[in-house]
C-alpha cells in the first residue's frame, strides 16, 4: 500500500485536494494537520459577519471535522508541522507539547498566508485588529455590540474562546475606528464599521483605494466612500498608532486622529517557513514555485493556495494572486494527480471583485501600463461608461468599463468595472476571453445577451471593446 497522502493546512487548498485524493482513490490514506481549531471557513466572508449581515460565525464554515471525517480523511485539528525531511519523506508534528514524525508518500504544502502591520509601530495595542483569521471576526463582532444585545449565538458551531468573547461582550462598544490601508479588507470593513455608526476614518498610502482595480475604479470608490461617510486620508502614511496599552490615537502625515479601535489591512505575505532547506524554491513573490501540476522542486511534494505562486494567463509568468478560487482549483487539482492521472491546476488572470457599499468593482489581467510594458506588451486603454440596462428600463445605472490591450497584436491583456447594477458579475466576460487569448476586435463581436431588464443591445463590456478596437485600428 502507499505511504499516505500528507497535507499540510486544512482550509481551501488542503481540504479541497484531501477530499478529492480520497473520492479518486478510497484506499489511500489521506491525513490532513491544521495547526489552529478553525477549517474550511470563509475568509471573503468575514466582513460581512462583523457587519452583522451574516448571523453566526458558524455559517462561515464549509466543512465541519465531522464532515471531513466522514469522507475519510484522518484530520489533525492543532497539530503543527513544524519540520520536513525530504529525504526520508517525513514531517515532524507537534500537538499538546509533544512530537511525532509522520511518514508521507506526497506532501502537501497549503499552509496559506499572514497578515503583515510592519512597518507602522503599536499594531501590538489592545484593540488593534487585523482581518485574516476567524478570531478576529468574532472579537470584532462582540466589541461592537451593545452589552444589552449580546448573544452568544452569534458563535453558534464556531471555535471560540467565550470567556474572551465575553470580556468583549461587556464592554463600551468603540465610537470611532482608524482603518489602516484602502485595499479588499480595508473598503470592505469601513461599510461594517458604519453599519454599527462608528466615525471611521481610512488611511491609504496611495491616491486612490483599492489600486489593482486601476484608476478609473478607484476614483469611483473615493466617491462612494467620501459620500457614504467615510473620511478619506489618502496619500498619507501612517506613522503610528499609538495609546497606554489600547489604541488611543493615529499618527499620520497629516496629523493625529483621536481613536478607540485599529484595522490594519496593508497586505497578506505566503507562509512559506516550512519549507525552508528543503529544496522547494521560491519564486520573486517569496511564495513557493511550481509546475502547471503544482508539484514542487522537491519530488513528491506539492504546494497550492495562498502560499503558492500559479501561471498567469497573460504573461504566461509565475506570479503570486491569493485568492479563494485558486486555491479551491489548485487543492482539487493537485488531488486528483496524487490519486492518480495528472491534472493541471489551471492558469490565472487574477480575476476578483470588490462591494463598496451600493458601488460593485471587478478587475482582470493587466491594466497597469508599467506592468504590462514590464511584461513586453505594448498597452493602449480606453475608459468609456454606459448603462447596464435598456435606458427606458428600471434600474438602468452607469457602468464604468476599463479595456486595457497590446497595440501590436491587438491582444485583450485586463479590464476592470465599476457600477451600481450587476457591475461585478460582467468582469467573468472578460476573464473568460483573456484565458482564450481573445483580441479586442474579437471580443467586440461577442455575442452576448440582450433584454431590457439585463442588459441594452450593446452591452458595456461590447461598447468598451469596440471603443478601444477604433483606437488600434484607426
Known amino acids: 500500500m502507499s505511504e499516505p497522502f500528507v497535507v499540510v493546512g486544512g482550509d481551501a487548498a488542503g481540504l479541497s485536494a484531501a477530499s478529492k485524493c480520497k473520492r479518486e482513490d478510497p484506499d489511500r490514506e489521506v491525513i490532513v494537520y491544521e495547526k489552529s481549531d478553525w477549517i474550511s471557513y470563509a475568509h471573503c466572508g468575514m466582513p460581512y459577519y462583523v457587519k452583522g449581515e451574516v448571523d453566526s460565525i458558524g455559517d462561515l464554515l464549509s466543512l465541519s471535522p465531522s464532515?471531513?471525517?466522514?469522507?475519510?480523511?484522518?484530520?489533525?485539528?492543532?497539530?503543527?508541522?513544524?519540520?520536513i525531511d525530504p529525504d526520508r519523506q517525513v514531517?515532524?508534528?507537534?500537538?499538546?507539547?509533544?512530537s511525532a514524525?509522520?511518514?508521507?508518500?506526497?506532501?502537501?504544502?497549503?499552509?496559506?498566508?499572514?497578515?503583515?502591520s510592519a512597518?507602522?509601530?503599536?499594531?501590538?495595542?489592545?484593540?488593534v485588529f487585523t482581518m485574516h483569521h476567524m478570531h478576529s471576526a468574532a472579537a470584532l463582532r462582540a466589541l461592537l455590540?451593545?452589552?444589552?444585545?449580546a448573544d452568544d449565538s452569534i458563535f453558534d458551531a464556531g471555535y471560540v474562546d467565550l470567556s474572551e468573547m465575553t470580556e468583549y461582550f461587556e464592554r463600551d462598544p468603540p465610537e470611532t475606528v482608524a482603518i489602516v490601508g484602502g485595499g479588499y479588507v480595508g473598503v470592505e470593513m469601513a461599510e461594517a464599521f458604519l453599519a454599527w455608526d462608528l466615525d471611521t476614518y481610512l488611511y491609504q498610502r496611495p491616491s486612490r483605494p483599492a489600486p489593482p482595480f486601476g484608476e478609473a475604479v478607484g476614483d469611483e470608490l473615493v466617491e462612494y466612500l467620501d459620500e457614504s461617510g467615510v473620511e478619506l486620508h489618502l496619500d498619507t502614511e501612517v506613522?503610528?498608532?499609538?495609546?497606554?496599552?489600547?489604541?488611543?490615537?493615529?499618527?499620520?502625515?497629516?496629523?493625529?486622529?483621536?481613536?478607540?479601535?485599529?484595522?490594519?489591512?496593508?497586505?497578506i505575505r505566503p507562509n512559506t517557513g516550512l519549507v525552508a532547506d528543503t529544496g522547494v524554491e521560491l519564486g520573486d513573490s517569496g511564495a513557493i514555485t511550481v509546475d502547471e501540476y503544482g508539484r514542487t522542486a522537491v519530488e513528491d511534494i506539492y504546494a497550492a493556495g495562498d502560499c503558492a505562486e500559479d501561471r498567469h494567463a497573460v504573461t504566461g509568468?509565475?506570479?503570486?494572486?491569493?485568492?479563494?478560487?485558486?486555491?479551491?482549483?489548485?487543492?482539487?487539482?493537485?488531488?486528483?494527480?496524487?490519486?492518480?492521472?495528472?491534472?493541471?491546476?489551471?492558469?490565472?488572470?487574477?480575476?476578483?471583485?470588490?462591494?463598496?457599499?451600493?458601488?460593485?468593482?471587478?478587475?482582470?489581467?493587466i491594466v497597469d501600463h508599467d506592468r504590462a510594458e514590464a511584461a513586453g506588451f505594448d498597452p493602449v486603454s480606453e475608459t468609456i461608461t454606459a448603462g447596464s440596462r435598456s435606458g427606458y428600463y428600471p434600474g438602468n445605472a452607469e457602468t464604468t468599463v476599463t479595456l486595457t490591450a497590446d497595440r501590436g497584436s491587438g491582444k485583450l491583456l485586463g479590464g476592470t468595472i465599476a457600477g451600481e447594477d450587476r457591475a461585478a458579475i460582467r468582469i467573468d466576460t472578460l476573464a473568460s476571453a483573456l484565458h482564450k487569448e481573445t483580441t479586442v476586435g474579437e471580443l467586440e463581436r461577442f455575442d452576448l445577451a440582450y433584454a431590457p431588464p439585463f442588459?441594452?443591445?450593446?452591452?458595456?463590456?461590447?461598447?468598451?471593446?469596440?471603443?478601444?478596437?477604433?483606437?488600434?485600428?484607426?
Open 91 to 98: 514531517v515532524r508534528v507537534e500537538a499538546d507539547g509533544e
Open 119 to 127: 512597518p507602522i509601530d503599536g499594531t501590538d495595542l489592545d484593540d
Open 101 to 116: 514524525e509522520q511518514s508521507y508518500g506526497d506532501l502537501l504544502i497549503a499552509t496559506g498566508a499572514r497578515a503583515v
Open 455 to 474: 442588459s441594452p443591445v450593446w452591452d458595456p463590456i461590447l461598447v468598451a471593446a469596440k471603443v478601444l478596437n477604433g483606437s488600434l485600428t484607426g
Open 145 to 149: 455590540t451593545p452589552p444589552e444585545e
Open 317 to 365: 509568468e509565475d506570479e503570486w494572486v491569493p485568492l479563494g478560487l485558486t486555491a479551491n482549483r489548485a487543492g482539487r487539482a493537485i488531488g486528483q494527480t496524487v490519486a492518480g492521472g495528472l491534472e493541471p491546476v489551471g492558469d490565472i488572470a487574477g480575476t476578483a471583485v470588490l462591494k463598496a457599499f451600493d458601488l460593485e468593482c471587478g478587475r482582470t489581467g
Open 239 to 267: 506613522e503610528t498608532l499609538d495609546g497606554d496599552g489600547s489604541i488611543e490615537r493615529v499618527v499620520a502625515e497629516d496629523g493625529t486622529v483621536e481613536v478607540d479601535l485599529a484595522l490594519v489591512g496593508i497586505g
Open 67 to 83: 464532515e471531513v471525517r466522514e469522507r475519510g480523511v484522518d484530520l489533525h485539528r492543532n497539530h503543527e508541522v513544524v519540520d
